[in-house]
T-cell receptor, first 115, second 112 residues
Framework: AQSVAQPEDQVNVAEGNPLTVKCTYS??????LFWYVQYPNRGLQFLLK??????LVKGSYGFEAEFNKSQTSFHLKKPSALVSDSALYFC?????????????FGRGTSLIVHP | DAGVIQSPRHEVTEMGQEVTLRCKPI?????LFWYRQTMMRGLELLIY????????DSGMPEDRFSAKMPNASFSTLKIQPSEPRDSAVYFC??????????FGQGTRLTVV
C-alpha cells in the first residue's frame, strides 16, 4: 500500500523568507512524487514531479522540491516567499514500478505568506 | 488545448433532485479521474477510468452516485437522488498514462 503524509495543516511565513512545506511518503517500490497547488476557487495545478535523477527538482513559480530517499521525504521549498504564494499545497505519490497504481494525495497544507 | 473543461461551474439543487456533472478531458489523455473536495474530508478519489473503462469505483460513496465515460472526450458524474451531504466541489482530472494530472476548475454543488 502507498501513502503520503503532510504533517502540517498550515504553514505561516513572512514575505521574503524561505518556505518549506513538508511531505513524507511510503511506497513499496521506487517513488514517483508530485506537488500541486490550489488557489481559491480553482482546480489543482501541477507544480513539479520527481521520477528519477537529481534529488533537487525545479518547478513552476520558483518552487523546488528535494527528494530524500533515506528520510522518505519530498519537501517543497522556495527561497523567498511571496504573498501570492498563499494557497493550498498537495503532495502526491505512487509506486513508479507499479504500472497501474494511481497517485495517492496528501491532505494538503495551507500556506499563508504574511506581508 | 483549453485544458479540462467542467460544467456547470456552480449547481444549486433541491434535495432529491438528480444532478449531472460533466467533464471534457484533455485530448490524448487516457486516464480520467473524478474527485470530491470538502473541508471535512479533503480531496477524495471517487472513480477513475482508463481508456474509457471504469477501473476503480471503490471511492463512490453510495449507489446514488454513478459515472460514465461513453467516449474519450466526455464523462459524466450523476447523483440521484441528491442529498445535502453531497454538497462539495467536484473535480475532474485527466492524465496521459499516470503522469501528472490536469484538473478542471471544478463544479461547486450545493444541495438544499
Amino acid at each position: 500500500a502507498q501513502s503520503v503524509a503532510q504533517p502540517e495543516d498550515q504553514v505561516n511565513v513572512a514575505e521574503g523568507n524561505p518556505l518549506t512545506v513538508k511531505c513524507t511518503y511510503s511506497v513499496s517500490g521506487n517513488p514517483y512524487l508530485f506537488w500541486y497547488v490550489q488557489y481559491p476557487n480553482r482546480g489543482l495545478q501541477f507544480l513539479l514531479k520527481y521520477i528519477t535523477g537529481d534529488n533537487l527538482v525545479k518547478g513552476s513559480y520558483g518552487f523546488e522540491a528535494e527528494f530524500n530517499k533515506s528520510q522518505t521525504s519530498f519537501h517543497l521549498k522556495k527561497p523567498s516567499a511571496l504573498v501570492s504564494d498563499s494557497a493550498l499545497y498537495f503532495c502526491a505519490g505512487r509506486d513508479a514500478s507499479g504500472g497501474s497504481d494511481i497517485p495517492t494525495f496528501g491532505r494538503g497544507t495551507s500556506l499563508i505568506v504574511h506581508p | 488545448d483549453a485544458g479540462v473543461i467542467q460544467s456547470p461551474r456552480h449547481e444549486v439543487t433541491e434535495m432529491g433532485q438528480e444532478v449531472t456533472l460533466r467533464c471534457k478531458p484533455i485530448s490524448g489523455h487516457d486516464y480520467l479521474f473524478w474527485y470530491r473536495q470538502t473541508m471535512m474530508r479533503g480531496l477524495e478519489l471517487l472513480i477513475y477510468f482508463n481508456n474509457n473503462v471504469p477501473i476503480d469505483d471503490s471511492g463512490m460513496p453510495e449507489d446514488r452516485f454513478s459515472a460514465k465515460m461513453p467516449n474519450a472526450s466526455f464523462s459524466t458524474l450523476k447523483i440521484q437522488p441528491s442529498e445535502p451531504r453531497d454538497s462539495a466541489v467536484y473535480f475532474c482530472a485527466s492524465s496521459f498514462r499516470i503522469h501528472e494530472a490536469f484538473f478542471g476548475q471544478g463544479t461547486r454543488l450545493t444541495v438544499v
